[in-house]
């Protein structure tokens, strides 16, 4: 009988030894210490007391098997070195970050707060959360994404590289850029700064094609004007595609007569994948402002009528529909566990360096 328990003990547990020697005793973790001390003994539920094994025997078997098959003490938690892979150290620490994880963070309180969702409804893009959470491209992949000097209007100058333009004070004109960069596949997110001062009466940021024009000889909102463009003017809330202004649509929908305040930075989805164009304010998806896009090669655009207005576009990442490693995977739901409010305190969790990095994409 004693055999037997330890041998399903032995079995069962060796993952859970690797999880108690990575969280190491902190005073403020009770739900650790039940864990540890129902794994100790299993008194009444066929543990030592009920198969006639005495802790001391036990204990001394468990240290002769460590010894014959190289997993004693020095394999886990604070003797753990930077070599251990990501991936063997999620295998162990995974359940107990996503059940203590967070009280660990609170100081020992159960009670924490739920992290506002990016996206309050079911039209979220699929894998918008994980684009978002991962570093954004270098400073030269976001050039490579930014404004186009050779393809914008010609009141309108290009700067640092791509990152911004500044539209010159030309009277009676209504001045677009497009980027470099058209998408036909794949999810793509892009951030745009406009200050609200400098927008004037009609500011549109979205897509256009390859074919749309950049250039009107009067104030209008030349995004969204024809065929070749969708956009959403940030000032009146209207959406535009083959529009001429009257009767367009607001967006996102809401009571009649009521307006978002956009502020200085908004984040531009666009999805080839479905083929939806959306936009996202303070953390909040507003939903798909435009359909049926797929099949096309579209590029990051805007137009503008404020004389020396300053627009900038920073390339967040792209993901396409391809399957991600179980590793990736488990770094996802270890975040999600974490919330977004608290990410930054990874470094207080008793973890290896290694896996504090790689949960922080470094």
Request: proline share 7%.
């Amino acid at each position: 009988g004693a055999g037997g328990g330890s041998g399903r003990r032995s079995e069962a547990s060796a993952p859970q030894r690797l999880s108690a020697g990575l969280l190491r005793r902190p005073d403020d973790l009770p739900a650790l210490e039940a864990r540890r001390g129902s794994g100790a003994g299993d008194k009444g539920t066929g543990g030592w007391g009920a198969r006639g094994t005495v802790p001391g025997q036990a204990q001394r078997r468990r240290t002769r098997e460590s010894r014959e098959t190289g997993t004693g003490r020095s394999q886990t938690g604070a003797q753990l070195s930077e070599e251990e892979t990501p991936a063997r150290l999620f295998r162990g620490i995974l359940p107990l970050l996503t059940s203590m994880g967070q009280t660990a963070l609170a100081g020992g309180s159960s009670s924490t707060s739920t992290p506002q969702a990016l996206c309050p409804d079911l039209s979220c893009p699929e894998g918008l959360e994980e684009l978002l959470s991962a570093p954004p491209p270098d400073l030269g992949a976001q050039r490579r994404h930014g404004w186009n000097p050779k393809d914008c209007s010609e009141n309108i100058e290009v700067k640092e590289g791509g990152l911004c333009f500044e539209r010159r004070p030309v009277a009676q004109s209504t001045d677009g850029a497009r980027g470099k960069r058209g998408y036909s596949r794949g999810l793509h997110a892009w951030e745009i700064t406009w200050s609200p001062e400098q927008r004037g009466t009609h500011a549109v940021v979205g897509v256009a094609t390859a074919l749309a024009p950049l250039q009107a000889d009067h104030y209008a909102a030349l995004l969204g004007s024809n065929s070749e463009s969708w956009g959403w003017d940030i000032g009146r809330g209207k959406l535009y595609h083959q529009s001429k202004g009257p009767g367009a649509p607001q967006y996102p929908a809401g009571p009649q007569g009521e307006q978002l305040e956009v502020p200085e930075r908004l984040l531009v989805i666009l999805d080839m994948e479905e083929g939806t164009l959306g936009y996202a304010i303070g953390g909040t998806y507003l939903g798909p402002a435009f359909h049926g896009l797929k099949g096309r090669t579209l590029y990051p655009a805007v137009s503008a009528v404020w004389g020396q207005c300053q627009v900038r576009i920073s390339y967040l990442g792209e993901r396409r529909a391809e399957p991600h490693s179980l590793l990736h995977l488990s770094r996802l739901c270890v975040r999600r566990a974490l919330g977004d409010t608290r990410l930054g305190h990874v470094s207080a969790l008793p973890l290896p360096p290694a896996m504090k990095r790689y949960l922080l994409y470094q």
